[in-house]
């Protein structure tokens, strides 16, 4: 059997001129790094740096229900998110596992763009498309209509203000704007995934190079670099944000991953899920979960996923990520573990590192925090 050929993006005839390293992720072609992960990542923890995103998934979803749709196939309360904002929010299965963790965007009064992880949108247009049964509104792949660069880091705000005449300063945090940016059409969005401020461009494909030009030529003076995947992971790592697959996955509920925050029982009607989240969320407060912490080495032994937590001779949890913090100049690692060694400072905590307990901190997400 011959598997599917890799999907490349817009932009990787430029990520092979820059030299960079490829990685199969998600059945995409995409750049780990350029160079230095850890130069990459302080780039974006200091100055700035350049991503190709163009491997998420973009699903729309119109029509006089489309917010009906939404609140019934998703657990956050979409109808109450203004047009121009955006929302952080799950889809799950009807026994409470999740799915994925999503974006959705209020482009309209009757349209919306769900965002999802590039190995999950399959999964997630085909329920929203399953669910739509009933509801005025259209669900639309619109995964090749978009390619999308992220600007990342403290110079980001600067860079984007000398290529556009948008109102970067009015936008907020997880809200969206249609603007013009380097003479490009583009859905500006104040969202990422590093713990910096910054901003996402979805723009056609057809655009991407002309916006990563730009962009790279606008941010040189201030040491904005591209950025591979890598250090987007420890970028998010370092703070504290869930990564399907490793944090979120369908054998754990939004309470148990500690984010029942965004699953709103007080919306109108019922939702995919709603019977088993209840019993969930009684269960959690009754006898609480394993609870999701960060974990700091004293030692350079890196933890990876899947590793036991343990104290006392006994498994008290398991490494959910891992990797060396540019940051902090240490290993460190997110993981699961019983709400009872769950409190920062908690003493005897360690990973078993290949049969060798590894002592470690515990300490509270995130690990970085970036000075507004």
């Not at 619109?142 to 880091?153: F, N």
């Not at 148990?256 to 088993?276: C, Q």
């Given at each position: ?259 029942g925050r965004v699953v709103k029982f007080e919306k109108e009607g019922d939702f995919v899920g709603r019977a088993a989240l209840h019993e969930a969320a ?91």
């Amino acid at each position: 059997m011959s598997s599917s050929p890799l999907r490349r993006t817009a932009l990787d005839a430029r990520h092979r001129e820059l030299g960079a390293t490829m990685t199969d992720f998600a059945g995409w072609d995409m750049p780990l790094r350029y160079g230095s992960e850890r130069d990459e990542h302080i780039a974006v923890r200091t100055k700035a740096g350049l991503f190709d995103l163009s491997h998420m998934g973009e699903i729309t979803v119109t029509g006089p229900q489309a917010n009906r749709l939404l609140d019934h196939a998703l657990v956050g309360n979409i109808s109450s998110v203004g047009v121009g904002r955006a929302r952080y929010t799950m889809i799950c299965q009807e026994d409470g596992g999740i799915l994925d963790d999503l974006i959705v965007y209020r482009l309209g009064e009757q349209e919306y763009m769900v965002v999802a992880n590039a190995s999950n949108a399959q999964v997630v247009l085909d329920a929203l498309v399953e669910r739509a049964a009933g509801f005025d509104a259209e669900v639309r792949d619109d995964r090749d209509a978009y390619a999308l660069l992220a600007v990342q880091g403290p110079e980001s705000p600067g860079i984007l203000k000398s290529l556009t005449d948008a109102d970067l300063d009015g936008l907020k945090y997880y809200a969206g704007l249609p603007g013009t940016v380097a003479g490009v059409p583009a859905l500006i969005a104040r969202t990422g995934y590093t713990g910096e401020d910054g901003f996402e461009l979805f723009v056609a494909p057809e655009h991407a190079e002309k916006l990563w030009q730009a962009l790279t030529e606008a941010g040189a003076p201030v040491g904005l670099i591209p950025c591979g995947l890598s250090c987007r992971d420890t970028l998010r790592l370092e703070a504290g944000m869930p990564l399907y697959g490793h944090e979120l996955t369908t054998s754990l509920t939004p309470f148990d991953a500690g984010l029942g925050r965004v699953v709103k029982f007080e919306k109108e009607g019922d939702f995919v899920g709603r019977a088993a989240l209840h019993e969930a969320a009684e269960r959690a407060e009754q006898n609480p979960p394993r609870v999701l912490v960060g974990l700091v080495a004293e030692g350079r032994r890196v933890p990876r996923a899947g590793y036991a937590v343990v104290s006392g001779g006994k498994v008290i949890g398991e490494v959910t990520s891992g990797a060396p913090s540019p940051t902090l100049g240490k290993p460190i690692a997110i993981a699961y573990v019983d709400a009872v060694h769950s409190a920062p400072g908690t003493p005897g905590v360690g990973v078993d590192i290949r049969g060798s307990h590894e002592p470690y901190e515990v300490v509270a997400l995130p690990f970085y925090k970036r000075q507004k």
